[in-house]
C-alpha cells in the first residue's frame, strides 16, 4: 500500500539527498511532522539499507544524537543524517584518501572520482535500491536527475561536451570548425574538431583523447568513458610524440632541480648542491642570472617569478639568455650577472 507524501530524491557527489515541502510554522505542529517525517522516511532508509547488507549502528563523529546514524558495508561506509524536513545519506571511503585521510576520509574532494571501483559500484547499487524504494511506497515522490554530472551512471564525457554547448553559462554555440589561430597544435599542425589528439597529464605522462572546440584557443579533450579535461591548443599534438614513454615535464623538472639547488645551498649543503647542479647542468659552461635593473630582482627559474635572494634566482646558460637578452649582456632594464658574482 502506497502512503501519501510529496518529496523530492536527487543524488549528489557521493550522496543521496530527500527533501520535503510543507513543513508546519506553528511549533507543536512542526515537532509532529517531523515525528512522522522521521518515522515514514528516515526509518525506511535505515530498513532498505539494513535488507541490501548494510550494518547501521549510531553515529560517533560530530553529529551523536538520534538524528544521526553511521552505516558501514566493506569498505564504503556513509552518514545518514535527518534535519527538518531533509535527509542525507553521504558516502566515504578511507582506502584511497590522496588529500584528507583524517576522519575516515569524510572530507576527501571528489569523493566518487577516489572510490575504488568495487565501492563506487556499490555505493550506485545503494543509492539507486533506496530511490526506487521511496518513490514507490510515497505517490508523490519524484526522482531529480542531475543532468550536469558526469561519471558512473550520469553522462559520458562525449555527452556531458555536448550538453554543455547548449549550456546556459555559453553564449551559444562554439565556431566549428575553429578560427586557423585557435587551432594550430603545439606540433604546427591543425586541430579538427572530433580528431585524435595527444595531450599530458599534470604529470607530464603522454595520452589520447578526442579534442572538440571549447572556447577561443580552448579545446575540451575527451578521454575513456567519463573523463574530460580542458587544454589549449598550442598544448595538443596531431601527430604521436616520437617516445610516449617519456615525460613531458622539462619544465616541472627544472623547477624542482632548482628549488633543491637553492635549500641545499641555503643548508651549506656545498656537496649535494654541486652534484644537484651537474645533474641540471651535465656540460661546463658558465652560468648567469637575469637581474632587472629597475627593480632590483632576479628572474626566477623558467623565467617565471621574481626574487631578490640570489640563492634563490634562477641560473641561465648563455643560450637561455637570448630569449631576453639576445648576444648582449645587458638590454633594456636587464642585466646578465654571472652566478660567480652573486656574493
Known amino acids: 500500500m502506497q502512503i501519501q507524501r510529496e518529496g523530492c530524491v536527487s543524488f549528489g557527489e557521493a550522496r543521496l539527498a530527500v527533501w520535503e515541502e510543507g513543513i508546519p510554522r506553528e511549533w507543536d505542529a512542526k515537532v509532529i511532522w517531523e515525528r512522522k517525517f522521521k518515522r515514514e522516511v528516515f526509518k525506511r532508509i535505515i530498513?532498505?539499507?539494513?535488507?541490501?547488507?548494510?550494518t547501521v549502528g549510531e553515529q560517533?563523529?560530530?553529529?551523536?544524537?538520534?538524528?544521526?546514524?553511521?552505516?558501514?558495508?566493506?569498505n564504503l561506509q556513509a552518514d545518514l543524517k535527518i534535519r527538518g524536513r531533509s535527509i542525507e545519506l553521504g558516502f566515504f571511503q578511507?582506502?584511497?584518501?590522496?588529500?584528507?585521510?583524517?576522519?575516515?576520509?569524510?572530507?576527501?574532494?571528489?569523493?566518487?572520482?577516489?572510490?575504488?571501483?568495487?565501492?563506487?559500484?556499490?555505493?550506485q547499487r545503494t543509492r539507486t535500491r533506496i530511490r526506487d524504494y521511496l518513490c514507490n511506497v510515497f505517490t508523490g515522490y519524484t526522482f531529480k536527475a542531475s543532468d550536469r554530472k558526469c561519471g558512473l551512471g550520469g553522462m559520458t564525457s562525449i555527452e556531458w561536451i555536448n550538453a554543455d554547448y547548449v549550456s546556459k553559462r555559453r553564449f551559444g554555440p562554439p565556431d566549428i570548425p575553429a578560427a586557423d589561430y585557435n587551432s594550430v597544435s603545439g606540433d604546427k599542425k591543425t586541430i579538427q574538431h572530433g580528431s585524435q589528439v595527444w595531450t599530458t597529464d599534470r604529470k607530464g605522462r603522454w595520452y589520447q583523447g578526442t579534442a572538440f572546440v571549447n572556447i577561443n584557443n580552448m579545446w575540451w579533450v575527451a578521454y575513456g568513458k567519463y573523463g574530460y579535461t580542458n587544454k589549449a591548443c598550442f598544448e595538443l599534438f596531431v601527430d604521436r610524440p616520437?617516445?610516449?614513454?617519456?615525460?613531458?615535464?622539462?619544465?616541472?623538472?627544472?623547477?624542482?632541480?632548482?628549488?633543491?639547488?637553492?635549500?641545499?645551498?641555503?643548508?651549506?649543503?656545498?656537496?649535494?648542491a654541486e652534484v644537484l647542479r651537474k645533474v641540471l647542468f651535465p656540460e661546463p659552461e658558465p652560468?648567469?642570472?637575469?637581474l632587472n635593473v629597475k627593480d632590483g630582482v632576479y628572474f626566477r627559474p623558467n623565467y617565471s617569478g621574481y626574487?631578490?635572494?640570489?640563492?634563490?634566482?634562477?641560473?641561465?646558460?648563455?643560450?637561455?639568455?637570448?630569449?631576453?637578452?639576445?648576444?648582449?649582456?645587458?638590454?633594456?632594464d636587464l642585466k646578465a650577472v654571472p652566478i660567480s658574482q652573486a656574493a
Open 94 to 123: 578511507s582506502v584511497n584518501t590522496p588529500d584528507r585521510a583524517d576522519h575516515g576520509g569524510r572530507y576527501q574532494s571528489d569523493k566518487e572520482k577516489h572510490m575504488p571501483y568495487l565501492a563506487r559500484l556499490e555505493m
Open 242 to 272: 616520437a617516445d610516449i614513454r617519456t615525460k613531458k615535464n622539462e619544465r616541472a623538472r627544472r623547477q624542482r632541480l632548482e628549488d633543491m639547488i637553492a635549500r641545499a645551498v641555503a643548508g651549506m649543503n656545498y656537496q649535494r
Open 307 to 332: 626574487t631578490s635572494d640570489t640563492i634563490r634566482a634562477g641560473k641561465y646558460t648563455r643560450a637561455e639568455l637570448k630569449p631576453y637578452l639576445g648576444d648582449a649582456d645587458e638590454k633594456d
Open 47 to 54: 530498513q532498505t539499507l539494513n535488507r541490501i547488507g548494510w
Open 60 to 74: 560517533t563523529h560530530i553529529f551523536t544524537d538520534n538524528n544521526s546514524r553511521h552505516c558501514v558495508k566493506g
Open 287 to 290: 652560468l648567469f642570472m637575469i
